[in-house]
């Protein structure tokens, strides 16, 4: 398995993936199948184009495809810049329980210390067990929880936040 920080030319591909991931799983992702087909390639690919200070994709690869990624968003704001948001996890249904979310999890706590990001912020449906799981076994900490905090055919979705703080 390879861990890749991506870039635009694998704009296509990781749109892909996430089409699968939001329509697979719709209570675990916020924005919809219909959201991401409306989301042109060219928004995509400066997405995965961003400085890596700034934010970065990950994308974890078996025999070449790619069947797994993970986002990391910093804070824009000056006073905030010590924080930022992992999002779309995600690991294809095929390639589970073989450690490849622990190593994009791995990968992006490095990058995240490397760049000076001390604090990883995340949120996650209360009863998604193994993602759960795996966010407790990398380090991160429960730290509240927010109730309806979106809906999905208008049953109301409530979320767990967790924290790591990268520092060693
Ligand atoms: C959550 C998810 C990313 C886990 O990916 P994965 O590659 O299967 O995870 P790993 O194999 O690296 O597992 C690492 C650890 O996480 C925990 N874990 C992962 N899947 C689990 C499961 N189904 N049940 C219980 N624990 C689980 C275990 O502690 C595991 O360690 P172990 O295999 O040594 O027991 C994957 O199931 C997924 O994509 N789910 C659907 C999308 C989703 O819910 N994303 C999160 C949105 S917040």
Do not use: C
């Amino acid at each position: 398995m390879r861990i890749r920080h991506l870039d635009a030319s694998h704009a296509s591909a990781w749109h892909a993936l996430r089409k699968r991931a939001v329509a697979e799983h719709p209570e675990a992702f916020l924005t919809s199948p219909a959201e991401e087909e409306r989301t042109p390639l060219e928004t995509v690919s400066r997405r995965l184009g961003s400085p890596a200070s700034e934010a970065f994709v990950l994308g974890a690869f078996l025999e070449g495809a790619m069947v797994g990624t993970l986002g990391v968003l910093r804070e824009a704001h000056e006073k905030a810049r010590h924080k930022a948001l992992v999002w779309g996890v995600y690991v294809a249904p095929e390639a589970r329980r073989r450690g490849v979310g622990r190593a994009l999890f791995e990968a992006a706590i490095g990058r995240a210390r490397d760049v000076g990001i001390e604090r990883l912020n995340l949120a996650v449906k209360v009863d998604n067990a193994a993602a759960r799981a795996l966010y407790q076994s990398m380090g991160f900490v429960s730290w509240g929880i927010e109730r309806d905090s979106f809906r999905v055919d208008g049953r109301p979705i409530d979320e767990e936040y967790m924290v790591l703080v990268t520092s060693r």
